[in-house]
Nanobody, 123 residues
Framework: QVQLVESGGGLVQAGGSLRLSCAAS????????MGWFRQAPGKEREFVAA?????????YYVDSVKGRFTISRDNAKNTVYLQMNSLKPEDTAVYYC???????????????WGQGAQVTVSS
């Protein structure tokens, strides 16, 4: 069982930066692949980024955030981060942290979700 709590959302102007954090419970955090999804008003939830378990040697991104967002993890702190730079108004959404033991599933249908954090980018 994994519990996920996001933090770090807020309001930022276009071109600015934010860093989301996701704190996970449990002693086996390092074995979980971690991901971020987002859901904008009136749209379906979409995959944003993921990182493999253990050392996190492989990362995945949706094309729209490549070069702007960076996912990373700190296993000692049971935390995964999403550094978001060069933010655009279209990045406005509720961002959800996700976890799964399977790297494919964490990008599609993760078994665990956080409660979400609002990110609003003003133009």
């Amino acid at each position: 069982q994994v519990q996920l709590v996001e933090s770090g959302g807020g309001l930022v102007q276009a071109g600015g930066s934010l860093r989301l954090s996701c704190a996970a419970s449990g002693r086996t955090f390092s074995s979980y692949a971690m991901g971020w999804f987002r859901q904008a008003p009136g749209k379906e939830r979409e995959f944003v980024a993921a990182i493999t378990g253990w050392s996190g040697g492989t990362t995945y991104y949706v094309d729209s955030v490549k070069g702007r967002f960076t996912i990373s993890r700190d296993n000692a702190k049971n935390t995964v981060y999403l550094q978001m730079n060069s933010l655009k108004p279209e990045d406005t959404a509720v961002y959800y942290c996700a976890a799964d033991t399977n790297t494919f599933l964490v990008r599609t249908t993760p078994g665990y979700w956080g409660q979400g954090a609002q990110v609003t980018v003003s133009s």
